[in-house]
């Protein structure tokens, strides 16, 4: 039961991420700030799919280092390309 | 005193087919590389990015954000439900994924729709070669990841998983999250970071 509880929490965190990350590009955000902040929405929302949704807790080493490898160098790749422009 | 004893714990195997696994490393793989060519192009012509960026419908963007985490969650719930072996409730969980699912689609078309009838296609900037191609390439995934959690709702209608043996509806469950993990990037990517 705890398990179904603590999902269900995860989406509305996931819910209300999303709606901030909206209201942002809505009233017109942006730099440097603002991007990072975006890109710290974006690894929360991804570990608890992969985490949680995915169930990736607990899986062999391989498979997580895969995943939030591939996470980590997404992100910071986008950040990094930002940075540069900025 | 208790010795401790240190457990060593066998990690789980992952879940569903290990092949679904290869095919979804796989297609985070070249969506990786797309957002990172993104980032790249999008620093050399940051003018023009936030130009045409501002002509998205972000509204839609952010509501088909919402509608495909709460199809993932409905989809966690119905791998959750044949787990305690209650087909019916799997079933009906599934339902409501592939009616998020279905938002999902209906808002993107209309999306589409509204910039291809305005004349906006691939070759009308480098901005829109990205979000068509991108948002496109997204869409056949959201597709095929309806067409899986199909199948597997008329396996469950059928009896054919139960407690002991659903491994057919982890699968269809992972590679529908890797749609929704794309697109948690791709979101903020192309429609709000400026």
Not at chain 2, 61 to 73: Q, W
Not at chain 2, 87 to 115: D, H, Q, R, V
Request: glycine share 6%; hydrophobic share 55%.
């Amino acid at each position: 039961m705890n398990n179904l509880k603590n999902v269900t929490t995860l989406w509305l965190v996931m819910m209300a991420l999303t709606i901030s990350t909206y209201m942002l590009g809505a009233l017109g955000f942006s730099g440097t700030t603002v991007v990072m902040l975006l890109l710290l929405t974006i690894l929360i929302k991804s570990t608890f799919i992969i985490r949680d949704f995915m169930e990736l807790r607990g899986v062999s080493t391989l498979w997580k280092v895969i995943m939030y490898g591939w996470l980590g160098v997404v992100t910071l790749g986008i950040a990094i390309a930002y940075i540069a422009s900025a | 005193m208790k010795a401790n004893v240190i457990e060593s714990v066998e990690p789980k195997l992952l879940p569903g087919d290990f092949a679904i696994w290869i095919f979804i490393f796989a297609e985070l793989l070249v969506f990786g590389i797309f957002f990172l060519i993104y980032a790249v192009v999008r620093a050399q012509n940051v003018d023009l990015f936030n130009q045409y960026q501002d002509t998205l419908n972000r509204e839609i963007g952010a509501i088909n954000t919402l509608l495909l985490i709460t199809a993932s969650f409905f989809v966690v719930k119905a791998v959750h439900a044949i787990r305690e072996g209650d087909s019916a409730s799997c079933a009906n969980w599934l339902y409501a994924s592939l009616g998020a699912g279905t938002g999902f689609l209906i808002l993107k078309s209309t999306e589409f729709y509204a910039k291809f009838s305005a004349g906006i296609s691939m070759d009308t900037n480098t901005f829109y070669f990205f979000y068509i191609s991108l948002t496109l390439f997204h869409y056949l995934h959201v597709i095929l990841g309806m067409i899986i959690l199909v199948a597997v709702l008329i396996k469950t209608k059928r009896g054919k998983y139960a407690k002991q043996e659903h491994t057919g509806v982890e699968t269809g469950a992972s590679y529908w999250h890797m749609v929704d993990l794309v697109w948690i990037i791709l979101f903020p990517l192309v429609y709000i970071i400026r």
